[in-house]
């Protein structure tokens, strides 16, 4: 018994050694304001009362799926939702691939530095928060996840 306390301690201080990052923001909770390094093509998102931040890499074939869900989302929405996608990806690579949804309501910043994904938390894509004018974090999680339900019922 003596020897599981002590490997149970020694695991314990082993994983406080690395810090534990959440890859998400409490509800309610205010981020910070979006300072993209670049827009694709130099469009800006206009403005909306609901965001969705999305946080995406080519290389990932869910963020992909993510992107058509996302647009149905915006059209049913009127000028109610933009969706910002966030991505460390270069132009060339990414550029093809949201050809089709760009849009005033759907705009991509690029983030190569990644100071947007650390200011988050976010470690792993997709991953996606929808908040308000005031940016405070309405929901939050996959962005395939996110439903006109919820869109429709965001204050």
């Known amino acids: ?15 406080s050694l690395f810090p534990l990052r959440a890859q998400n923001a409490a509800l309610g ?15 800006r ?16 074939p869910v963020c992909g799926q993510t992107l058509e869900h996302l647009h149905r989302l915006t059209e049913r929405a009127d000028n109610r939702l933009r969706v910002i996608v966030v991505t460390r990806d270069d132009e060339a690579k990414i550029a ?32 996606g928060l929808l908040i308000d004018a005031r940016n405070r974090v309405l929901w939050q999680g996959n962005p395939l996840r996110l439903t006109e339900k919820i869109v429709a019922t965001a204050q």
């Open 96 to 127: 093809p691939l949201m050809a089709p949804y760009l849009s005033p309501r759907m705009a991509v910043a690029f983030d190569a530095g990644g100071k947007i994904f650390k200011s988050l938390g976010v470690e792993y894509v997709p991953f």
């Open 29 to 43: 909770q205010k981020v910070p304001v979006i300072q993209a390094e670049a827009w694709l093509d130099g469009i």
């Open 1 to 15: 018994m003596k020897k599981q306390g002590f490997f149970l301690l020694l695991f314990v201080w082993a994983i």
């Open 45 to 60: 998102p206009a403005s909306a009362p609901l965001t969705v931040l999305t946080f995406f890499t080519v290389s990932n």
